[in-house]
């Protein structure tokens, strides 16, 4: 491995996995580390038991088997009791045994908590650990005395250990002093500290220097990218636009290059090219959109070029640390591509990163609960009453929230009577607070690195198995790993399923990439507010923003984007912008020379990098100087960039008005700036939602159905698919699947006016809540389904899910036309389950297995009649529309054939009343601050109630 620490990187992977032990005494590891002999190693335990001749063979084996130098005994004493564990004796009998087996003693205090008073803490912590009460545990804190204590404090008790011993206590001090010395970490040399390292060459795929094939293939890639900038031979062209693009390449590969960041670059690629390898969608996000480079390595599907973008924000020289790159791909897909990566780079090379997961009060009451023997429905209920406060302030929440009384009167009457545990509950609550709880997989980061990796941090296996490092994304810059974001984005995976269903009805395929973003539909659907299930515009605010801000091309939603964030609304931002734009007031510029970088938002700061033209145009500091002072905006060092700014700008002959005009708003730019290259980067998933929506409205509400990526329920999208005109099909045992999918609907002759039908969703199996997987698998794989008997027989479901298929309409198909009804075939299934279960029709039978053998699975269909659907006589009419409706929302949570509100319609033509679409107009309600969102078969209209 090279140095110690990598070993001690190496043994860490077994014994956080469980695995095998990768190095014991009769297998010691190389290169040596020092080995400590404490109290319960198998050296201590023995001694503490007496068993003096026991504890130091076992020292002499250990000293047989490790290099000289190696294995040390861990003298301890925390002044317990004589006879106690851990008391002076145990000590001494330590240090003579080292004496003895003439191996180096070392004082240690056996640390286990930081202050004199978190004894009780450790021994919370060891009974969660052991899944035990504290009373249950044997090994408790013998007192208060396993803390870090003072270089004073340990030189007293290395005086009584050698004063009890008849020894001096100087070696002992000494043989401490120079193994803490030996043991002293160097950054740089053992943990490779701040030298970045990523695959190897031969594992990313080059040949040749980095920077030569990081040239070429931005090439390749502009050439692709920008094929109108260049000639029918390849070459640039001879274009202003051309020479900038070239220029603006050189620029960015200088920058790379200086830095020695191209494996970097085409370690990202090799990453992104496996993902579009895969068929996942994927795209950058954030500041690395800035890039032309990430561009031309199809990392970033942002034309910096056109969106005015700047490298700077995203890297420079300035700034030598390994750039940022978080790109987003489908959710439903993240872990098979991680997967997929740990396999391309290697699991040597590749590592999960984790996070640190701390208590907090409801982790902690129920940890400290199970500690102290509490019954788990008691601490259960207490936790359920914790909310919006930390730990530590426990017993203050206690005082001032009015649902935590009658907890806090069970606590004064059980210390009134003697019961102390809910008062010991509440100390114990707050000494968790923030502590490490557990490690788990951090839900993006992935660690690339060269052969090296597993020699600088340590790993464990994740829930998924796969390597995961125990560091978190804090300690990635410092020891120089390649972090990269994998997002999982459910929009991706809404979009990807769309373009899917719309290849799979009509056989088009849909390249996004070749779709204009200046389509007139798609801005005309935004600029209507009908923005539902579109990525980022389908808040409530959002939609009044986009109604407000009246988007006509893609920058508008960049701008958008940007300013529907927390400071520029809290800024008042938004008011001056919109007033700008729409010429309701004059746009303002505070200097002619500001007025080409503030053009695009009529005279507003909204972007990080208006905030770096503006520094750089009056002081001449340069972007990359001027991002280094936009990221102190806003902290205490905030001052030196107001002299440099105020500096230089005097220095290029600005007045001082213009100057305090300036720096105000930048000053204030700390609090609500936003990176354009992030909202661009998001307004193309957000364009692309918008575009699907309104030229494939059918697949996408199926999409957006089917994975659920914003944050409306599934009712509402039922019923904005309902508004859009869109057929909304029930679950049927015949035609639904495991998902959602796009149907062909034949026309209706009092609806299509002379089309030929329209696109439906179907609405899928799962729709159904109480069917298990196991019998969602079956119904799916067995359809068409010929007879009541065939999904009995074939799917298998429980009698009771038989029956509220059949509720639900979903068994229509099976039924003979002109015969039984819905109804007729609900009371046949609920008097056969009644009568197999001895209960009477309409009561509640225990949950049961259907009542036919097991058949082979994947077995035909027989085309055979249905006779006992045909023989069922037809007694009882079928459900009207209104309890339709009712049994749905009661099995789905939907209402699918109707909107809840249909039924209601007659007692609603009165006056002052309308449909969604005018209700805002007659909304009169006083109670001020609730978000209420109202919808009809018309709209779904949301309102926010403010004081009359």
């Excluded at 053992?190 to 094939?213: F, M, N, S, T």
């Excluded at 109108?228 to 603006?248: C, E, K, N, Y």
């Excluded at 520094?615 to 002072?629: I, K, N, P, Q, S």
Aim: aromatic share 6%; proline share 7%.
């Amino acid at each position: 491995a090279g140095t110690p620490w990598a070993t001690v990187a190496e043994l860490a992977a077994p014994a956080a996995g469980r695995g095998p032990t990768a190095a014991n005494r009769d297998n010691p590891p190389t290169p040596a580390l020092f080995v400590l002999l404490g109290p319960d190693s198998d050296v201590g335990r023995p001694l503490a038991r007496r068993r003096y001749a026991a504890g130091l063979a076992a020292l002499r084996r250990w000293k047989a088997a490790l290099p000289a130098g190696s294995p040390h005994a861990d003298v301890v004493t925390h002044l317990s009791a004589p006879g106690r564990r851990l008391d002076t004796g145990h000590a001494v009998k330590t240090l003579r045994a080292a004496r003895q087996a003439r191996i180096p003693a070392v004082l240690t205090n056996a640390v286990r908590y930081a202050a004199p008073d978190g004894a009780a803490t450790a021994d919370v912590l060891d009974a969660v650990r052991a899944l035990s009460s504290l009373d249950a545990l044997h090994d408790l804190q013998p007192n208060g005395q396993g803390w870090l204590k003072s270089t004073a404090a340990m030189h007293r008790i290395a005086h009584e250990v050698a004063f009890a011993a008849d020894d001096r206590p100087a070696p002992l001090l000494e043989a401490t002093r120079r193994l803490a010395e030996a043991c002293a970490l160097d950054p740089e040399t053992d943990l490779g500290w701040g030298v970045p390292r990523v695959p190897e060459a031969a594992v990313i795929g080059i040949d040749g220097p980095p920077e030569h094939v990081l040239r070429e293939r931005t090439r390749t890639g502009l050439l692709a990218r920008y094929p109108h900038l260049h000639t029918g031979g390849g070459l640039p062209g001879t274009s202003q636009a051309a020479r900038d693009l070239q220029d603006r390449a050189e620029h960015e590969l200088g920058i790379i290059t200086r830095l020695g960041f191209s494996s970097y670059f085409l370690t990202v690629a090799a990453v992104v090219d496996l993902i579009e390898g895969m068929g996942i969608r994927v795209a950058a996000r954030g500041s690395g959109a800035s890039s032309l480079v990430n561009h031309a390595l199809r990392i970033s599907h942002v034309d910096p070029m056109a969106n005015g973008l700047i490298m700077e924000r995203f890297l420079s020289t300035d700034r030598s640390t390994l750039p940022d790159i978080d790109i987003d791909v489908e959710s439903a897909r993240r872990h098979e591509i991680y997967r997929a990566v740990v396999d391309r780079f290697g699991a040597e090379r590749t590592t999960l990163m984790s996070m640190q997961n701390a208590y907090r009060a409801r982790g902690a009451v129920r940890d400290a609960g199970l500690a102290l023997g509490m019954p788990e429905p008691e601490v259960d209920a207490i936790a359920k009453q914790l909310w919006r406060f930390s730990a530590s302030n426990f017993r203050e929440a206690l005082q001032r929230m009015p649902e935590l009384g009658g907890l806090s009167r069970r606590i004064e009457s059980g210390r009134a009577e003697g019961d102390r545990q809910l008062d010991l509950l509440v100390d114990l609550t707050e000494r968790l607070d923030r502590l490490p709880r557990h490690i788990s997989m951090h839900p993006c980061g992935v660690i690339l690195g060269d052969a090296t990796l597993l020699h600088r941090t340590p790993v464990q296996p994740s829930g998924m198995g796969l390597p995961m490092s125990q560091f978190d994304k804090h300690d990635m810059d410092p020891m120089g790993f390649l972090k990269l974001d994998i997002l999982g984005v459910r929009m991706q995976s809404a979009i990807a399923y769309t373009i899917a269903e719309v290849e799979r009805t009509t056989g088009e395929r849909i390249d996004l990439e070749q779709v204009p973003l200046d389509d007139p539909a798609t801005y005309a659907m935004i600029r209507t507010t009908h923005t539902l299930g579109c990525f980022q515009i389908e808040s409530p605010g959002q939609r009044e923003l986009v109604g407000k801000l009246a988007p006509r091309e893609f920058n508008d939603l960049t701008v958008d984007i940007s300013l529907f964030r927390p400071g520029p609304m809290q800024s008042d931002m938004v008011r001056p912008f919109l007033e700008q734009r729409h010429g309701w007031a004059p746009a303002h510029y505070p200097h002619p020379d500001l007025r080409p970088v503030l053009a695009e938002t009529h005279g507003v700061t909204v972007f990080h990098e208006q905030v770096l033209r503006t520094m750089d145009v009056m002081t001449g500091c340069g972007l990359a100087r001027a991002d280094e002072h936009r990221r102190l905006l806003g902290g205490p060092q905030e001052h030196l960039v107001e002299e440099a700014f105020r500096t230089g700008a005097l220095a290029r002959g600005y007045s001082l008005e213009v100057i305090d005009e300036v720096w105000a708003t930048l000053s204030a730019f700390g609090s609500f700036g936003f990176c354009k290259a992030h909202g661009a980067a998001f307004a193309v998933p957000t364009y692309h939602s918008a575009w699907l929506k309104t030229h494939h409205p059918a697949a996408f509400m199926a999409a957006i159905l089917e994975h659920d990526p914003g944050m409306y329920p599934a009712r509402l999208m039922v019923a904005e698919a309902r508004r859009m005109g869109i057929p909304v099909l029930p679950v049927d045992v015949n035609a639904s699947s495991r998902h959602v999918h796009v149907e062909w609907v034949p026309a209706h002759p009092e609806i299509d006016d002379g089309a030929p039908g329209r696109w439906g969703i179907r609405l899928p199996l799962t729709s159904l809540s109480g069917l298990s997987e196991a019998e969602t698998d079956r119904l799916d794989a067995g359809r068409p389904y010929r007879s009541l008997a065939d999904v009995r027989d074939r799917a298998r479901p429980t009698a009771r899910n038989l029956e509220r298929l059949a509720q639900l309409g979903a068994l229509d198909c099976l039924l003979p036309p002109g015969g039984a009804s819905r109804t007729d075939l609900v009371h046949h299934l609920e008097l056969q389950h009644s009568t197999t279960r001895g209960t009477a029709p309409g009561r509640t039978a225990p949950r049961s297995r259907s009542a036919r053998p097991r058949q082979v699975e994947g077995q035909l269909a027989l085309d055979l009649p249905d006779t006992e659907l045909t023989a069922l006589a037809p007694l009882f009419p079928d459900p009207g529309p209104a309890a339709r409706v009712r049994t749905e929302l009661e099995l789905t949570a939907l209402d699918v054939t109707a909107h809840l509100m249909d039924s209601h319609a007659p007692y609603l033509v009165v006056p002052n009343a309308g449909n969604a679409d005018t209700v805002v107009a007659a909304f009169q309600e006083r109670a001020a601050g609730f978000d209420v969102t109202v919808t009809d078969e018309s709209a779904a209209t949301s309102l926010i109630a403010v004081q009359g």
